[in-house]
């Protein structure tokens, strides 16, 4: 059949990774016993996360608000894609999609319980959860939200990669290069959680 001979999905995704974004939700729950939603981004090719938001009401027009702003920064950014990935997911309302339509994006609808057509995504919450979440007692939305952006950034320009050659998705061009004899310095962040090296002054 016709049908059968088009590219597999990770032929796709392989194809067009510099082009596509991932996108999803997963949620934390706070020492109050509160749940809160977290959407993120993902550029496919370099693995780098963009964190959308957190809250305890993902409603539409939230949701549709973080689409615009992450359109207007990565527009900031001299930034373009061609497809965004998202699951079925009803929080992802019409006008989110209509955002993505209006800088020319194709919105790839994942299949029906199929978390794998959506692995870049998946992978970087099994991070979120393993590396931090899972040692912080989160309080509160701007608690949740201050310590994944400190991870996030942890994750953009230190975390090593398999995916792309053990460098971070930003890797950091000024870094000099280590030199015998040289000391390295470890700095540590959320509160010792994270370490990352640096050569010493």
């Not at 209509?98 to 199929?114: H, L």
Request: aromatic share 10%; charged share 25%; with cysteine.
């Amino acid at each position: 059949m016709a049908w059968l001979a088009g590219p597999s999905w990770s032929e796709f995704l392989r194809a067009q990774a510099s082009g596509t974004l991932a996108c999803d939700f997963f949620h934390i729950g706070t020492v109050t016993l509160r749940r809160l939603y977290v959407l993120f981004f993902v550029h496919v090719e370099r693995r780098m996360v963009l964190l959308a938001g957190v809250t305890a009401h993902p409603v539409g027009p939230w949701v549709t608000q973080q689409a615009r702003n992450l359109v207007a920064t990565l527009e900031d950014q001299g930034c373009d894609f061609r497809y965004l990935v998202r699951d079925r997911d009803s929080k992802f309302v019409g006008p989110f999609d209509e955002v993505m339509r209006s800088v020319g994006a194709q919105v790839i609808k994942t299949p029906f319980r199929a978390p794998r057509a959506n692995a870049f995504a998946e992978r970087f919450v099994l991070a979120a959860r393993a590396e931090c979440l899972d040692w912080v007692l989160i309080r509160s939305e701007r608690h949740a939200e201050r310590a994944l952006r400190e991870f996030v950034a942890h994750y953009n320009h230190q975390r090593q990669h398999r995916g792309i050659d053990l460098e971070p998705p930003v890797p950091d061009l000024a870094v000099p290069q280590f030199e015998s004899g040289g000391t390295v310095e470890r700095v540590d962040r959320l509160g010792g959680l994270l370490h990352e090296y640096r050569l010493g002054a």
